[in-house]
């Protein structure tokens, strides 16, 4: 398994990966969510690439081999098998906050078929050292009620809530 940052040539995949996502929030939310839909298009994915505020960070490997690359010039073992979509952002303080840097891990996402096989770990811990390079003071994210197997995977992974977004449906 190997860890990099995304790029074109990835995006296919990493679009198959974000209608895995959006369906597993229609089952919480289809009130909110559109089975089948991305949250982000080929041309957003390939502009998100030059960003380097917005890091996209994927897992390559064999989906048939555990993910481990049986050649490591081979290409074709270079399936996605997970991806982190990540935003830097910078708090500048106020009179109360004091000013600190974050990654905002905006989605992590690993393949059906990849799960239990350490992925979104090795993903996580790949964001966590990136985030120590930078000196970010923490990283962040958001995690969908009802989405319990998210939860208790970023628990184990360490985090711990901050704040809590409430609702009232009209």
């Not at 929030?25 to 991305?38: C, E, K, N, S, V």
């Not at 970023?154 to 809530?161: R, S, T």
Request: charged fraction near 35%; proline fraction near 3%.
């Amino acid at each position: 398994m190997e860890i990099r940052r995304a790029e074109d040539k990835d995006s296919e995949r990493i679009i198959e990966l974000l209608q895995q996502v959006c369906n597993i929030h229609a089952d919480i939310r289809p009130d909110l969510f559109i089975y089948d839909g991305t949250k982000y298009s080929k041309e957003d994915l390939h502009e998100m690439y030059k960003d380097d505020t917005k890091p996209i960070f994927v897992a390559v490997g064999d989906l048939d081999n555990g993910g481990k690359k049986d050649n490591p010039d081979d290409n074709n073992n270079e399936i996605v098998q997970g991806y982190c979509f990540c935003q830097i952002k910078k708090t500048e303080g106020s009179r109360c906050i004091k000013p600190f840097a974050q990654i905002f891990i905006d989605d992590l996402c690993v393949d059906e078929k990849a799960r239990g096989q350490h992925v979104g770990r090795q993903l996580f811990d790949y964001v966590k050292s990136y985030a120590k390079e930078l000196g970010c003071y923490e990283i962040t994210l958001n995690v969908w009620e009802g989405n319990d197997s998210a939860r208790r995977f970023y628990e184990n992974m360490g985090m711990k809530p901050k704040e809590t977004q409430m609702e009232i449906i009209l």
